[in-house]
């Protein structure tokens, strides 16, 4: 690829949020750029001439697409197509930025038009069914070097960490192709398999996701909003954030909380467990075995938070009389 040519990025899911917001950092900054074969080291080049990007979402939206990127259309940076076809046949490197939940057919639809010695990636919270469906279905002169921002479209780029997993690489220009790609986002770029980033975002989203819905399942039931409530109006900060935390997530897209809690195989388990447990606290609360369901939620707490509980479990539990002060000082 000479210097003055321009890469194609494809997007395929291009009207998603986090599509979206891929493209403007490519169009808005520098992109430092690996030129190969015949050059070995990044170049910094302006981001109008070095990349270029091919867009389609589903068929329907062709209009919506066209009126979205209107400007960088006339701009000549981005050319959109009627489907995954055109997109596949256009770009060194294809994104698919689709839900969890649709990732699947989409490959198995669109793959057969992949580039010759493309790469291509998914932009999927979980990665199981997204590779799996890459090696099944994708020609063996593809790289699958798939990707995730481990963050929202509404936060910067800057600073977050972006996940790069090089499943299979038949050149090895293209994992440093990949990596400079995602330089204009200045994030934190960790190379891991797609089996720890699975196990990743089971341990930190999937089970905390499920918890915090719960919550807001427990508010819709009494029929009262929490900033409304004594137990969370004026009270610990952490209680606050509990439930700004669990209104952003009621707020947020419902496939990206589907996709970690139900199709991540690694979160199965957990939100198994998730379940027994809050099952089995319920029953020891009408049963009113007060110390039993005590020993076991502290038990918990100090597993998690070690000797730093006082804060995080202040007035988790009260009776109606004067508050009874455990010997570890935490108000029980």
């Not at 917001?21 to 910094?44: A, C, E, G, N, S």
């Not at 839900?99 to 793959?111: D, F, G, L, R």
């Not at 004026?234 to 997530?249: C, D």
Request: aromatic share 8%; net charge neutral; hydrophobic share 45%.
């Amino acid at each position: 690829m000479a210097n003055s040519m321009a890469v194609s990025v494809g997007l395929i899911g291009a009207l998603g949020d986090m599509a979206r917001l891929y493209i403007r950092r490519w169009m808005d900054w520098h992109v430092y750029f690996f030129v190969f074969p015949y050059f070995t080291d990044l170049r910094r080049l302006d981001s109008h001439s070095n990349v270029h990007v091919h867009a389609c979402d589903h068929p329907s939206k062709r209009a919506e697409l066209d009126s979205a990127f209107a400007d960088l259309i006339q701009s000549g940076r981005l050319t959109t197509h009627k489907d995954g076809h055109g997109v596949s046949r256009s770009s060194d490197v294809i994104i698919y930025s689709v839900e969890s939940s649709n990732i699947v057919q989409c490959i198995k639809t669109y793959a057969p038009s992949t580039k010759l010695n493309a790469i291509v990636a998914g932009q999927t919270s979980v990665k199981a069914q997204e590779i799996r469906a890459f090696e099944e279905h994708m020609p063996e002169d593809v790289s699958i070097i798939s990707l995730h921002s481990m963050h929202g479209p509404s936060v910067s780029t800057k600073g977050q960490p972006l996940v790069l997993i090089p499943h299979r690489v038949v050149d090895r220009e293209h994992l440093s192709q990949m990596r400079a790609l995602v330089l204009p986002f200045e994030s934190k770029i960790i190379e891991i398999p797609w089996k720890t980033h699975d196990d990743i975002t089971a341990d930190t989203q999937a089970v905390t996701h499920v918890a915090f819905l719960s919550m807001g399942a427990a508010w819709s039931a009494v029929g009262i909003y929490p900033w409304f409530s004594a137990a969370y109006n004026g009270n610990t900060l952490v209680e606050k954030v509990k439930v700004a935390i669990a209104m952003r997530i009621y707020f947020s897209k419902w496939h990206v909380y589907a996709g970690l809690a139900v199709l991540n195989e690694s979160a199965r388990g957990q939100i198994r467990q998730f379940a027994k447990s809050a099952r089995e606290l319920f029953e020891l609360m009408i049963q009113e075995k007060e110390e039993e369901f005590t020993e076991r939620v502290m038990a918990a707490a100090k597993a998690v938070f070690g000797g730093n509980q006082t804060p995080l479990l202040h007035n988790l539990l009260q009776s109606e009389d004067d508050a009874k002060i455990s010997s570890n000082g935490i108000v029980l």
